[in-house]
């Protein structure tokens, strides 16, 4: 049997912590099965603070290759991680590229790939929105019309998928690695400084988090979300992780409440930690909205539209609009104890890391 060689492709920090479960099936399976992988960086999104402790954290390697693709417009961006990605694929055979979520190296790699007739696998196909002013939405479907094999996360995924004309037996139902991560690394969760500092208790705290530039770009906006999550909060402490995008419009704010702390971002332990002991989260995030649909907190969700349907349909997600008077009868809900009960959506058990890296042996070998 052949050597089946996969170039996992990750550019930001929340494809690494979808990644990195399928890095340990293919390491699993690489001896029997003659499986092997390339972990290429496409430096889409750089942190000094994560490179070293972030890839410990969760058990993934130093990337094979870093294409140090930087900042820029996403024309930029784009065009400097197809030819990195390019100059590699020209000297070296690959059998599949595969790539994560909808960032720019998402779609960018897929290209690449796919005009040099190398087969492109998709990790979490086939999830929309509806809102083509999402730079996502489009990388999403761009991406998942010239992918080969397509591996999804729920059902919903599945629907979207069919009614792009994508083959049914190209399209495999595996689950949500980002919940694999998750639930390998609960026992790790670790209590940030802020716990002992804000004197937080289990449940009698939230978690605030916004970084869409909808919701954080316009401070009257900004302000008007904050204020009205301060102002019905029963007084409960309020943590806000603070994205740099917002920390710059919020500094103009002139907004002081001592239930209210803007803290820096947290490592994946960290943040985790908060958020599993919380009594809600307010997001404009996606994939915070399933991993509290996982850990059965509620969570309430700034956005008008969500690619994640199922952590409304079956999870503890609510889906507020843009408006920031839907906060109020929402927080008055939570602190009643009518909140929703959710429930866990099929095969996010912690297991889809394995079943993609099942399921691409069948089909290379």
Request: one cysteine or more.
């Amino acid at each position: 049997m052949k050597k089946i060689n996969i170039d996992l492709i990750a550019g930001a920090r929340p494809n690494f912590m979808k990644i990195a479960s399928i890095i340990n099936a293919i390491s699993q399976k690489s001896l029997k099965n003659k499986i092997s992988y390339r972990l290429i960086h496409t430096g889409q999104h750089y942190d000094a603070n994560m490179s070293e402790s972030f890839f410990e954290q969760l058990n993934i390697p130093n990337p094979h290759y870093n294409l140090e693709s930087g900042s820029g417009s996403q024309a930029e961006q784009t065009s400097r991680i197809m030819i990195g990605y390019e100059k590699i694929l020209k000297n070296q055979n690959v059998d599949c590229c595969l790539v994560v979520g909808d960032v720019t190296s998402t779609l960018a790699c897929s290209i690449v790939a796919k005009k040099l007739n190398i087969k492109v696998a998709h990790v979490e196909a086939g999830i929309r929105s509806g809102d083509m002013a999402m730079p996502e939405e489009i990388n999403r479907i761009v991406t998942d019309s010239i992918s080969d094999y397509f591996f999804t996360t729920s059902d919903n995924a599945n629907k979207s998928l069919l009614a792009q004309g994508a083959n049914p037996k190209n399209i495999f139902f595996v689950g949500n690695t980002m919940i694999d991560t998750l639930l390998a690394n609960k026992p790790n969760f670790s209590k940030p400084s802020i716990w002992d500092k804000a004197k937080l208790k289990d449940k009698q705290y939230l978690i605030m988090t916004l970084h869409r530039p909808a919701n954080v770009d316009n401070s009257l906006r900004l302000k008007s979300f904050v204020m009205e999550t301060i102002n019905n909060s029963n007084e409960k402490p309020i943590i806000f992780p603070m994205h740099p995008r917002t920390k710059k419009q919020f500094s103009k704010l002139g907004i002081n409440n001592s239930n209210f702390y803007t803290i820096e971002p947290l490592g994946y332990f960290e943040f985790n930690y908060l958020v599993e002991r919380c009594m809600a989260v307010i997001t404009d995030s996606g994939g915070i909205t399933e991993e509290t649909t996982v850990m059965d907190v509620p969570c309430m969700t700034l956005r008008d539209n969500t690619e994640r349907p199922e952590t409304i349909e079956m999870g503890t997600n609510m889906l507020l609009g843009t408006n920031p008077s839907a906060i109020k009868p929402a927080l008055k809900e939570l602190f009643s104890g009518s909140w929703k009960s959710g429930s866990i959506p099929p095969l996010w058990d912690g297991k889809a890391g394995q079943r993609i890296a099942e399921h691409l042996i069948k089909i290379f070998k």
